[in-house]
């Protein structure tokens, strides 16, 4: 008992960074109908934003406290990240947005390929390691041989997300953005009609999608102590796994199917063989693909004549 409640906690933390991600898929597509596959890029640069703002600010400016350097690392980052994508919306989506299905596709697989490659030579191919912090553990119960602890890590990690979470609950819902979101996802034209700002709004999506993306970054770099231009890929396609596990397109599904992806991982990983954690991850997808296409809250397609 005492390792299954370990691997739930483990597993609801991991899931909560995926989660974080997946926001992203299901938003840009939610919005635009495209998939970025560079979103697991963007997420490892934001890796590594995160961890070069720290270096500076505590071994090269001489900051002492952690708290307020991890604060100051959170923010710059999302900046940066948000503005990054920014960049990448403008430069390799937008004029391809009206263009045959295939080609958006392509542009974000060429900016997958970039981002890793450039992050690669800039950084060097091999793990960076994070100096350690908040290594605090709470014991929570006692077991024979084993105790079933929470880090301050994870309860960090939790609480971020769920901070995250309820904010952009809050912009989607309560503020003219998310109005526009919602009216660019049933139909840009009629939107455009209307007096919504299209592209605004498109960018505006791809800048939040970045800046969640950015705290799943800072936050992997703090749970995990080590990053590498190569996390984009495994991580990105996992999250891309729980945004079309949760239905692709629904902000609730994206973090249910994190979740779900974490848990899947973690407990395969105890249970059985962690050398199989991937393949579990990847069947749920395969899974889901063949016996619930829509996902677990996804709508059905209402075809527009």
């Not at 400016?61 to 990054?84: C, D, N």
């Amino acid at each position: 008992m005492e390792i299954f409640l370990q691997q739930l906690i483990n597993g609801l933390t991991l899931g909560a960074i995926y989660g974080l991600i997946a926001i992203g898929y299901t938003m840009v597509f939610g919005v635009i109908g495209m998939v970025n596959f560079a979103h697991g890029d963007v997420f490892m640069l934001s890796s590594f934003i995160a961890l070069i703002i720290f270096l500076l600010l505590t071994q090269i400016l001489g900051l002492a406290s952690i708290p307020l350097a991890l604060v100051i690392v959170l923010v710059a980052a999302m900046a940066l990240t948000g503005l990054w994508n920014f960049m990448i919306e403008r430069l390799a989506y937008r004029r391809l947005r009206a263009s045959f299905r295939l080609a958006p596709l392509i542009s974000s697989i060429g900016m997958s390929i970039f981002l890793s490659n450039f992050v690669a030579l800039a950084q060097g191919p091999r793990n960076k390691a994070v100096p350690s912090m908040l290594d605090e553990v709470f014991k929570l119960t006692e077991g024979h041989g084993y105790d079933v602890t929470l880090s301050l890590k994870q309860i960090l990690i939790i609480a971020v997300t769920a901070s995250l979470l309820f904010g952009l609950w809050y912009v989607v819902e309560k503020t003219p953005l998310g109005r526009a979101q919602r009216a660019c996802e049933q139909d840009q034209t009629m939107a455009a009609l209307l007096g919504v700002n299209v592209d605004r709004t498109v960018s505006a999506t791809f800048v939040i999608g970045a800046v969640l993306a950015a705290a799943a970054g800072v936050l992997y770099m703090l749970y995990y102590g080590v990053v590498n231009p190569n996390d984009g890929f495994i991580a990105g396609v996992k999250a891309f796994t729980a945004a079309v596990l949760g239905g692709i397109g629904s902000l609730p599904g994206a973090v249910l199917g994190g979740l779900l992806i974490g848990l899947v991982e973690t407990f395969w990983a105890a249970y059985f063989s962690s050398d199989y954690k991937d393949v579990a991850a990847f069947g749920v997808l395969a899974v889901t693909l063949i016996f619930l296409p829509r996902g677990l809250l996804g709508r059905a397609d209402v075809e527009k004549v």
